[in-house]
């Protein structure tokens, strides 16, 4: 699925509640979820964010949240990359 997909399975089954700390997703999902991380960085690298992003000629350098079980961040939940 899509980061869209998976944040409207995020708002629809939380809401205003509690959102879990993590969640399950197979590879397609979370490989989706990693490029438009990436994508949105780049796009607004000149934007200020918790995350940083430094332009050193022609690299672009992303620093990245990770949860504690080494999963991608999204949306405050860590996405757990199932085998």
Same mark, same amino acid.
């Given at each position: 699925?899509?980061? &869209?997909?998976?944040?409207?399975?995020?708002?629809?089954?939380?809401?205003? %509640? $509690?959102?879990?700390?993590?969640?399950?997703v197979d590879h397609e999902t979370y490989a989706n979820v990693c490029q438009d991380?990436?994508?949105?960085?780049?796009? &607004?690298?000149?934007?200020?964010?918790?995350?940083?992003?430094?332009?050193? %000629? $022609?690299?672009?350098?992303?620093?990245?949240?990770?949860?504690?079980?080494?999963?991608?961040?999204?949306?405050?939940?860590?996405?757990?990359?199932?085998?």
């Amino acid at each position: 699925m899509t980061s &869209n997909e998976l944040r409207s399975i995020f708002n629809k089954t939380y809401g205003l %509640g $509690e959102w879990p700390k993590s969640f399950n997703v197979d590879h397609e999902t979370y490989a989706n979820v990693c490029q438009d991380v990436f994508n949105w960085y780049v796009k &607004n690298k000149n934007e200020v964010t918790k995350y940083s992003v430094h332009i050193e %000629g $022609e690299e672009t350098i992303i620093e990245l949240s990770i949860g504690p079980n080494n999963g991608i961040m999204f949306k405050n939940v860590e996405l757990i990359l199932v085998k």
